[in-house]
């Protein structure tokens, strides 16, 4: 292990901060009805409102099916802008694309829409920063700002349905067909705000934006009472745990939190989740050169796993700022690989779209730019084309 690794403190309680605006993603049908009432408008204008803002109409002058003299003050009361983008960074021909947002108070967060020839996956953030503190991870080591509010996850996915519709992605305009919530941030840790935008990823539309359950992903450190409160909530959606060791001496010191909820408590509430819904998992495992690698860990892994309903998604370890860890060489994932599928555990690798651009799985640190990013923001879209990545198929 490195000791030059900073050990954080686990914190599960967000700062409070400002609160963001109110927003109409925020509220439920019913509340957003009687905000609009409030404001000497009928009630319906609640729903046309709704629709404009997931078919990603920001512009109240485009809002034609509302009254001229009444879409300002309505736009402005329920559909304030929550998120600015800064820039957008570009790589893979323009299919992968970055994304700063800074939102209201100053904090910024960054989501990744990846385009792939079958489907179209953003990745976004739950929070700005992450209080999980594991080692390996850029975000991790910036600590936590504070939650995000519902309207501001919930709009990272409206704006990557829109790019995608507009056809200001390569390959004409296409449809958004999977969320994962692999960004900044536990999603867990911000679980009531989190449960809301699964409400609004899977709402059909014109009121949500019609997701598949398969296709949305929430991936965990492991908080434990929180997955056993999501296998209650009757969902389907693919859940994905990051492992990253078989043994609780390593996570302990890889996944902090397994200081408190350890290997056998995670898997015991994944395997809840895997009977109640019947849908394998993912457990996320970043492949570190000499740390997780060995052989002996991928048949431990593998004995692990081998009567669960799980596959593992091998990560080799995008490297982060100041970090001396690197990622497994071919050799030794090739190796990890195959011992696990020989203990019959489907295994596949993930590629790393978007690592030359800092996009990739544990590399989002916009928090750490708080105070580098100039106040006058970038005009959008300042595309920075990065050099292609060699990407590899992707099986995220
Ligand atoms: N907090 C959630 C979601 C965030 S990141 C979670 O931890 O699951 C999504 C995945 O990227 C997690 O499995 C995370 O452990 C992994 N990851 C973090 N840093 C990484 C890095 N530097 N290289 C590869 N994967 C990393």
Known sequence: MDDAMTALPLVFDAPRRTKPPRHLADLTREEARAAVTELGQPAFRADQLSRHFYAGVTD??????????????????????????VRHQS?????????????????????????????ATVCISSQAGCGM???????????????????????????????????????????????????????????ARVRKTLDALLTPAPHGLGLAQRSVTVSTVGVVPAIRKLT?????????????????????????????????????????????????????????RDINDQPFRADLLGKLLSTRLAHVNLIPLNPTP????????????????????????????????GSDIDGACGQLAAADQVDGVPSVAVPVPAVEEAVPLGAESDQA
């Open 232 to 288: 209650e909530e009757g969902l389907n959606i693919t859940l994905a745990v990051s492992l990253h060791a078989p043994d609780d001496e390593l996570r302990n010191t890889l996944v902090p939190i397994n200081t408190r909820w350890n290997v056998a408590e995670v898997l015991e509430a994944a395997d809840a989740y895997a009977r109640r819904t019947g849908r394998r998992y993912s457990i996320e495992y970043a492949l570190i």
């Open 91 to 119: 790589a893979d021909g323009g299919r992968t694309r970055k994304t700063l947002w800074r939102l209201h108070d100053g904090a910024l967060v960054e989501s990744v829409l990846m385009r792939y020839p079958d489907r």
């Open 133 to 191: 503190a594991c080692p390996f991870c850029a975000t991790g080591q910036s600590g936590l700002t504070r939650n995000l509010s519902a309207a501001e996850i919930i709009g990272q996915a409206v704006a990557a349905a829109a790019a995608m519709a507009s056809g200001e992605i390569p390959g004409g305009p296409g449809r958004l067909s999977n969320v994962v919530f692999m960004g900044m941030g536990e999603p867990l840790a911000n679980y």
């Open 322 to 353: 100041g970090s001396k860890w690197d990622a497994s060489p071919l050799p030794a994932q090739r190796e990890f690989v195959a011992r696990l599928r020989a203990a019959g555990v489907p295994t596949t690798v993930r590629d790393t779209r």
């Open 60 to 85: 109240p002058a485009l809002m034609t099916d509302v009254p001229a003299a009444a879409r300002e003050s309505l736009a402005a009361a329920l559909l304030p802008g929550l998120l600015t983008p």
